[in-house]
T-cell receptor
């Protein structure tokens, strides 16, 4: 089955620790995205990548980093600089880029990150 | 920048009731408009979309019409079921841009 897989489902971070959230897709999609979901605030875009080896900051990129070395993978690192990391993190992908602006996003099932 | 506003607060209603969730948008160009649904513990799924004024998106008994004159994309369903309990997000992609901007979402709870 084609899809987008996030792991782990639950993750705990200690003070000063970096943690990495995994996102893998086998849909052959070019574009991938990371969103943060907080209660009552909807989804906010952290980073996105429209093609391998390229990515752009979203609206709340501070304290996060990403890489896009392979088309299938778009891991997100939550660094110690992110002072309020507790949230539900959603990864998404879409077939096209700005030339296909009506392409729908496919979402993973999310990772809940909590601070110990 | 371009943004989406959803009505405040959760929505609780009985099975077979009529559902309306309001969504208005602010955009400088001609955005595409979407409704996404999130079931408990899951990611989001596209429910319906509309790409130009007066388009009506529909799926699973839900409908929304792109109203440029009122900058709205309200979601409606005539008879809800318990299985419709979820969080519903309105979203848009600004003209020429593939980055979705989401509203805050509305929790819908349908009581048997």
């Amino acid at each position: 089955d084609g899809g987008i897989t996030q792991s782990p489902k639950y993750l705990f971070r200690k003070e000063g620790q970096n943690v990495t959230l995994s996102c893998e897709q086998n849909l052959n999609h070019d574009a991938m995205y990371w969103y943060r979901q907080d209660p009552g605030q909807g989804l906010r875009l952290i980073y996105y990548s429209q093609i391998v080896n390229d990515f752009q900051k979203g609206d709340i990129a501070e304290g996060y980093s990403v890489s896009r070395e392979k088309k299938e993978s778009f891991p997100l690192t939550v660094t110690s600089a992110q002072k309020n990391p507790t949230a539900f993190y959603l990864c998404a992908s879409s077939k096209g880029t700005a030339s296909n602006i009506n392409e729908k996003l496919f979402f993973g099932s999310g990772t809940q990150l909590s601070v110990l | 920048g371009d943004s989406v506003t959803q009505m405040e607060g959760p929505v609780t209603l009985s099975e077979e009731a009529f559902l309306t969730i309001n969504c208005t948008y602010t955009a400088t160009g001609y955005p595409s408009l979407f409704w996404y649904v999130q079931y408990p513990g899951e990611g989001l799924q596209l429910l319906l979309k509309a790409t130009k004024a007066d388009d009506k998106g529909s799926n699973k008994g839900f409908e929304a019409t792109y109203r440029k004159e009122t900058t709205s994309f309200h979601l409606e369903k005539g008879s809800v079921q318990v299985s419709d309990s979820a969080v519903y997000f309105c979203a848009l992609t600004p003209d020429g841009n593939n980055r979705l901007a989401f509203g805050k979402g509305n929790q819908v709870v349908v009581i048997p």
